[in-house]
């Protein structure tokens, strides 16, 4: 491989005497960059705005919505209590419903039973309620969200991954931007819990907070958030039920995401 290297350094040195060091130069350029620059301008112009906004208390709300947290299961095993335990411990006054949804309950009965063990953690606790819902056969996270959707009785739904834990004013904060009617859709931060275990996690959490947490923040300042992550979205139910769920195939959040888009486009 080395050779292979040095023959074709030096093969480009040779080339230039006839094409010129400019166009060369022009065939390594990473044109990308002016696709991505002007989104990565935008944002941090964001960031700027939202950190020299003066800042506004939250103010007394008058009413809580009832909140449904669905869960997407698949191989959690006992990290889904974790997740089912941080909602349930959600410093909100309002009535929050966590829906688990079991994928493939059959080969990931561990996950099912941990599930069904954490009634403990929500048992006793005002205005929480824990509903396991086993899908025996795998039909996929869009399969799960749709199943959840079904009985799900909150205004808001949230769509939530079964090894995503939450800050416990999550709910509270989330929430407050639907006392707007004209918010149908809240995308949420994520960052990564086990962040100091290795360099890969560190890593990994260096890029949640930029293509995340700094993405979502200056793009939200112009209204132009682009992704509503799958891991951590809010909706209002009947938006999403007037919409038809989630639709099957990859990349569920970017699909819902754009048809919300497309709904105001059609419906301004």
């Given at each position: ?106 080969q990931n009965r561990a996950t099912l039973e941990a599930a069904r063990r954490a009634q403990d953690l929500v048992a006793g606790l ?120 989630w639709d099957a195939g990859t990349a569920e959040d970017l699909d819902i995401t754009l048809r919300i888009k497309q709904y105001f486009?059609?419906?301004?």
């Open positions: 491989m080395w050779e292979q290297a040095v023959h074709a350094f030096g093969t480009l040195v040779l080339s230039t005497s006839e094409q010129g060091w400019l166009e060369i130069a022009l065939k390594f350029f990473p044109f990308v960059l002016l696709l991505e620059l002007p989104l990565y301008v935008l944002v941090m112009a964001g960031i700027v705005r939202f950190g020299l906004r003066e800042h506004r208390p939250d103010r007394q709300r008058e009413r809580y919505p009832r909140v449904s947290c669905l869960v997407t299961c698949y191989a959690e095993g006992e990290d889904v209590r974790k997740t089912i335990h941080s909602l349930a411990q959600q410093d909100y006054p309002g009535f929050i419903e966590i829906v688990v949804m079991v994928d493939g309950a059959v005002p205005r929480r309620q824990l509903i396991v819902l086993p899908k025996w056969q795998r039909g996929g996270r869009v399969s799960s969200l749709n199943a959840g959707l079904q009985i799900a009785t909150g205004e808001v739904v949230m769509a939530l991954d079964g090894d995503t834990s939450f800050d416990n004013d999550m709910v509270r904060h989330a929430t407050r931007h639907f006392d707007d009617p004209r918010v149908v859709g809240v995308a949420g931060c994520l960052r990564v819990r086990n962040a100091g275990r290795s360099m890969v996690t560190r890593l990994q959490a260096l890029e949640y907070m930029l293509s995340i947490g700094a993405g979502k923040t200056g793009l939200s300042e112009f209204n132009l958030v682009n992704n509503i992550s799958g891991a951590f979205g809010v909706f209002r139910t009947a938006f999403i039920r007037n919409l038809g769920g486009g059609r419906h301004p």
